[in-house]
């Protein structure tokens, strides 16, 4: 398994303190920015944009991870002025012919990664784990922070290793989104993941974001040497 990299969510962050807390992500080695865009079509909720994005790469060189709740995404993707070594994650839900909006990604240098709803199947992926380099496995049903993680995805955040495992990725990184809280992030480690979106449940629990991304990279460390 790779090194746990944490992905703070944006959609969590405080407008009012951005810069200093994206001093705080520098001076902690935060790995990439997670930011949740929502068209309010494919989810039931509106949030951070393309001038979001636009504006967040002025004010850092911390990687973007951009995870598109948006419908037909392969017509979208030139709005976002992606980056090389960026992560951008589609939904299967959301895209017709996922090999080519895949590779569209990886056209411009980005890594493309195939985010699952938590009812969508692990099969889906059978016949495209080439276009891609990593997965985001939704951990709750996408749209909104604060909500609870639904129990059966610790299974399967594990059923996914050993898909990756058989299928001959055992190096692909798992990412999770929702939910992820101190205790869920050392159960979802243990199960086989690697990128923590990090929100309401952690970083930006209530405390000093240092202290939380030190205690939760801590717990997280140690769960990995289980
Ligand atoms: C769901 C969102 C949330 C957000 C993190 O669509 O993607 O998962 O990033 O918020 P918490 O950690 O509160 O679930
Ligand atoms: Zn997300």
Redesign the pocket.
């Known amino acids: 398994m790779q090194t746990p990299m944490l992905s703070p969510?944006?959609?969590?962050a405080p407008l009012e303190s951005l810069p200093q807390l994206l001093q705080t992500f520098s001076d902690e080695k935060i790995e990439m920015l997670?930011i949740?865009v929502?068209d309010g079509v494919f989810?039931d909720?509106l949030?951070l944009g393309t001038d979001y994005c636009r504006s967040l790469r002025r004010l850092t060189s911390i990687p973007l991870d951009l995870?598109l709740?948006i419908t037909e995404p392969e017509h979208k993707l030139a709005w976002f002025d992606i980056q090389p070594g960026e992560f951008v994650s589609v939904h299967v839900e959301s895209s017709v012919h996922l090999q080519r909006t895949f590779a569209m990604i990886r056209a411009l240098g980005a890594h493309p990664a195939a985010a699952l709803n938590p009812a969508t199947p692990l099969s889906v992926l059978d016949y495209c784990l080439d276009e891609i380099d990593g997965i985001l496995l939704?951990?709750?049903?996408?749209?909104?922070?604060?909500?609870k993680?639904i129990p059966s995805m610790i299974d399967k955040i594990s059923d996914c290793r050993r898909y990756l495992v058989q299928h001959g990725y055992p190096e692909m990184p798992i990412e999770v989104?929702?939910?992820?809280?101190f205790e869920n992030g050392v159960r979802m480690r243990e199960a086989g993941a690697d990128i923590f979106?990090?929100?309401?449940?952690?970083v930006?629990a209530p405390g000093r974001t240092e202290d939380n991304i030190r205690r939760f990279r801590s717990a997280l460390y140690s769960a990995s040497r289980r």
């Open positions: 969510s944006m959609m969590c997670h949740d929502m989810v909720n949030c995870h709740m939704m951990t709750v049903n996408p749209g909104f922070a604060g909500q993680m989104d929702g939910n992820v809280s979106v990090a929100g309401t449940s952690s930006f």
